[in-house]
């Protein structure tokens, strides 16, 4: 694509041919083209057309729709919470793919009939790189009070928090997530004292429905998350404010240093790319607990840190074990905190063997937060873990929908794989293991599975190379140990397994 801007002539070309833009559309191209370079604000594009006058922030919003119609979507990307930014590459890749002018689009998820959001991470303008974790810890906790609201759907932060840093068309995230509207925001901080901003902006046309600012100090972050997702709320449904804004009010902890080192713990203990990191996320966490010692969060997350070690295989069961007294004292104060719970109750079902009493928990979390991604994978595991496989695939399913681009969808992927293993569906279940190694393959159990549906299907040397990389994983697998620390009740699953095991050579 060859763009022209003659300036003197108010004419803009497109490959040679002049295109049709009004005085305020030309006026908004060529201050975008002329800093293609950078990130352009909202404000800045206000003051550079609109000099002097007081306009609504909608009249440059249907100025980059029209824009985009005529230019093909890509030309403009969307940055949340800051502005627009002109892509001259992504624009010729459009014209080329596309034939139209326009981006190749994915195939747009259903749009649900209740109201449906999904948060973008807010922009850091702390000036701190640093403090992207804060940032990124204020957006968590708006998204989990929101998700707690029962009339509206909310997209997890797990897929929302793939378009972090990213340039992007809010309609795309509208078609890719299969939401009706976006948050986005950004977030400045001096001193102790703290603004964030945030606007409600809907998906499709890009029209700015609500904005607010919010101000406090940062020994204040808990009210300043209550009070943005209680605002949202109200501008979305105000019928459902006063009966569930007071369901945003928990607190995690009164110990902002624990609240801190819980922040920074989180992704180290979420990736588990590596032993290293998990490690050191555990130590933050211990050093979270030393300051606070009833913080439940604090003590879920050990416990999930204590589940990716096993389920990746650099520990083994034994090992895993060293957590359940936490998991109990979670359990036992009963919190209103769904992940929480959802760690907890799949922690001691997977490593305690405790499964019905990690089955009961997880179904409470789904109650307290029906729009939690992550409950619905580890609710699926635990049915899967009871044999209880339609409504195995039912949940995992739903996960798959609330995030599609959960960073554990592999996870996802094989919990419905393992499913239809133990019903008996050996070709079906083969198929969803192969897309979950794809997905993600560092994770054991996807090994494990292959190696016994390769097994039975007779597929001997597929069965052998699984069986290798398992026995790198863990050296110390032996047939009596998968029988005895293995969650699943399934006979079908068991003893396939366990053949699949003998034959490639484990010990007994």
């Known amino acids: 694509m060859t763009l022209e801007i003659l300036h003197a002539q108010r004419i803009v070309l497109l490959d040679g041919t002049e295109i049709a833009l009004g005085t305020r559309a030309f006026d908004v191209l060529a201050h975008l083209v002329a800093n293609a370079d950078r990130v352009v604000s909202k404000a800045e594009l206000l003051d550079a057309v609109w000099a002097g006058l007081m306009v609504e922030e909608s ?23 800051i502005g627009y930014r002109f892509v001259a590459t992504a624009a010729a890749t459009a014209t080329e793919d596309a034939g139209d002018g326009s981006a190749p689009q994915a195939a747009a998820l259903p749009v649900p009939d209740i109201p449906s959001l999904a948060v973008l991470p807010f922009a850091n303008l702390t000036g701190a790189v640093e403090r992207d974790y804060l940032v990124d810890g204020i957006v968590n906790e708006v998204i989990m009070a929101l998700s707690r609201v029962s009339g509206f759907f909310v997209i997890s932060s797990t897929s929302s928090f793939n378009y972090k840093g990213r340039s992007i068309d809010l309609s795309e995230v509208g078609r890719e997530l299969g939401v009706r509207y976006v948050l986005e925001g950004s977030i ?33 972050i808990f009210e300043l998350q209550d009070r943005v997702a209680e605002h949202v709320a109200a501008a979305l449904e105000p019928r459902l404010i006063w009966a569930e804004a007071t369901r945003a009010q928990a607190k995690p902890t009164a110990s902002l240093a624990a609240y801190d080192l819980c922040l920074r713990a989180a992704p180290l203990v979420y990736r588990q790319n590596t032993l290293d990191s ?25 416990c999930y840190a204590h589940t990716g070690a096993v389920a990746t295989r650099w520990w083994t069961f034994e090992q895993a074990r060293a957590a359940l007294p936490l998991a109990h004292e ?30 009961t928990a997880l179904q409470r979390a789904k109650v ?56 008996g569906k050996i070709d079906e279940a083969a198929a969803q293991y192969e897309q979950a190694l794809s997905e993600y393959p560092e994770f054991a159990t996807i090994h494990l599975g292959l190696m016994g549906i390769y097994w039975a299907l007779g597929r001997k040397e597929e069965s052998a190379q699984m069986a290798e990389i398992l026995r790198r994983k863990a050296p110390d697998t032996t047939v009596a140990n998968f029988r005895k620390n293995r969650p699943q009740d399934s006979p079908t699953y068991i003893e396939a397994i366990a053949a699949a095991l003998e034959g490639n050579g484990f010990p007994p």
Request: aromatic fraction near 6%.
């Open 59 to 81: 009249n440059l919003t249907v100025q980059i729709a029209g824009l985009r119609k005529a230019l093909g979507r890509a030309t403009i990307k969307t940055v949340p919470g």
């Open 188 to 220: 400045q901080q001096a001193g102790d004292q703290m603004r964030i901003f945030t606007q409600l902006v809907e998906a499709e046309s890009g029209h700015t429905l609500w904005r607010d600012r919010f101000d406090g100090q940062a020994s204040e």
């Open 278 to 302: 998990l490690i050191e996320g555990l130590d933050l966490l211990r050093q979270a607990l030393a300051l606070d010692p009833d913080y439940l969060q604090a003590k879920a997350l050990i």
């Open 330 to 359: 979670v359990l036992d104060a009963n919190p209103e905190d769904p992940l929480a719970l959802a760690y907890c109750g799949h922690y001691i079902a997977y490593v305690g063997g405790e499964t019905r009493r990690g089955l």
């Open 368 to 423: 307290l937060n029906p729009n939690s991604a992550t409950v619905a994978m580890l609710l699926g595991w635990v049915h899967n873990y009871l044999s209880e496989n339609e409504a195995a695939i039912a949940e995992l399913r739903r996960a798959r929908r609330i995030s599609p681009l959960h960073p554990d969808i592999g996870v996802i992927t094989a919990g419905i794989g393992n499913a239809l293993f133990q019903m």
